[in-house]
């Protein structure tokens, strides 16, 4: 009883193959390339989840590639609803690594914000993701699975305006740039580049790669610090690529018309929220077309006891100096924090361990069985 198929192990699973990783495993199987992006657009964005779902193949064709590779999506594992309407979604991906994406409604628009990695190696002190410590890049079509899969879970339309994307989940998306870019090729045009953010801490090499894009996303740089002294304190990305430097690539970045970079500054008690840190910001930010969104730090039981945010008082002043200083400047409002699916407190929700310090490599373990 011999089976001439290759068995499941020998298979590959297409949904997880970069672009060119794609091209060169159909090549043998497929030669025309607009039929190639048919069958990557099936994928990425209709959502088959069956290679016998792709009719617009043969029959025999889609038999042959069957035979030779699967499609294995993320799942929806769970779903937690806050009350100001925010809900945040547990994914698990086919090797059991778990992400994290969180749908926040706001004035009849939807922003949607999206993991990178599955956990995060740049232990900034202030990050729940962080804290976990190290994961694995997601796949480009990992990345896309969590708009798609949300899309469909909010009962989304093709005359649904399209939500706004913001890469600010788990995970560094200028360590998984390639992904990252190839997701938002898929995205867009259905997506404005417009809509879509990808946050940073700063990671030079690649934002001088996204400089030649010949489309961009908007750009958002995690600054938190004015000084390489306190950020390299909270953020130990800073010393390798410090202040001046990243700076210096920012202002060379090239904006489109009416495009600024945002700059997100985490207030945080006694530490960065002095009249003088804004002053000193503002110093540091000066010629650089940038907004500012404060966002107060979020406390958590497994982060440092020093993470406190200012008072709302504080909060204002900051605001209006920078505000004064000429640069326009907003405060990032919570949201979804009964569920953690506020900002820098996503992580795997089985994984709540309130008052737990040692560190575990989330992906290392399925947190939770799939419903
Ligand atoms: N690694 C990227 C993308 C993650 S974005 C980056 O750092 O920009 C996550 C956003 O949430 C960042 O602006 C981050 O600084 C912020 N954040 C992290 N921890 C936070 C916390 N405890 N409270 C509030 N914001 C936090």
Redesign the pocket.
């Known amino acids: 009883m011999s089976d001439s198929r290759p068995g499941a192990e020998q298979r590959r699973n297409l949904f997880a193959l970069s672009r060119a990783d794609f091209d060169r495993a159909l090549a043998t199987f497929i030669d025309r390339p607009y039929r190639l992006n048919q069958i990557y657009l099936a994928l990425h964005r209709r959502g088959v989840e069956d290679i016998h779902e792709m009719t617009e193949l043969s029959l025999a064709l889609r038999a042959e590639l069957s035979r030779h590779f699967y499609v294995a999506t993320p799942r929806i594992t769970e779903r937690q609803r806050s009350a100001d309407g925010t809900c945040k979604y547990l994914l698990r991906l086919h090797d059991g690594a778990t992400i994290e994406a969180v749908d926040i409604p706001s004035d009849g628009r939807r922003t949607l914000c999206i993991s990178s990695q599955a956990g995060?190696a740049?232990a900034?002190t202030?990050?729940?993701t962080g804290y976990w410590g190290a994961g694995r890049d997601l796949s480009m079509g990992e990345i896309l699975a969590q708009v798609r899969l949300i899309n469909r879970e909010a009962g989304t339309t093709p005359s649904s305006p399209a939500p706004n994307i913001v890469?600010?989940?788990m995970?560094?998306?200028l360590l998984n740039l390639q992904a990252v870019g190839e997701a938002l090729e898929v995205l867009t045009p259905s997506t404005s580049w417009k809509r879509i953010t990808v946050?940073?801490?700063g990671i030079i090499p690649a934002i001088e790669t996204m400089a030649t894009w010949r489309r961009r996303p908007n750009l958002?740089i995690?600054l938190?610090a004015p000084d390489d002294q306190r950020r390299s304190q909270i953020m130990p990305i800073n010393q390798t690529y410090p202040l001046a430097e990243l700076l210096a690539c920012l202002r060379r970045y090239p904006l489109e018309r009416g495009r600024k970079i945002t700059i997100?500054y985490?207030l945080i008690r006694h530490f960065n929220d002095s009249l003088e840190d804004a002053d000193q910001t503002a110093l540091l930010l000066r010629g650089l077309r940038a907004k500012v969104n404060l966002?107060p730090?979020?406390p958590?039981s497994v982060?440092d006891e020093t993470?406190i945010p200012p008072d709302a008082a504080t909060v204002e002043r900051f605001k209006n100096r920078l505000n004064q200083r000429g640069l326009f400047t907003t405060v990032r409002q919570r949201r979804g924090d009964e569920v953690h699916g506020?900002?820098?407190?996503l992580r795997a929700f089985g994984t709540k361990a309130h008052g737990v310090r040692a560190r575990q490599e989330p992906g290392a373990k399925p947190v939770s069985e799939p419903r």
């Open positions: 995060c740049l900034c202030f990050c729940v890469f600010m989940g995970g560094e998306p946050s940073t801490v958002a995690s938190h997100e985490l966002i730090v979020n958590d982060l993470m506020a900002c820098g407190q």
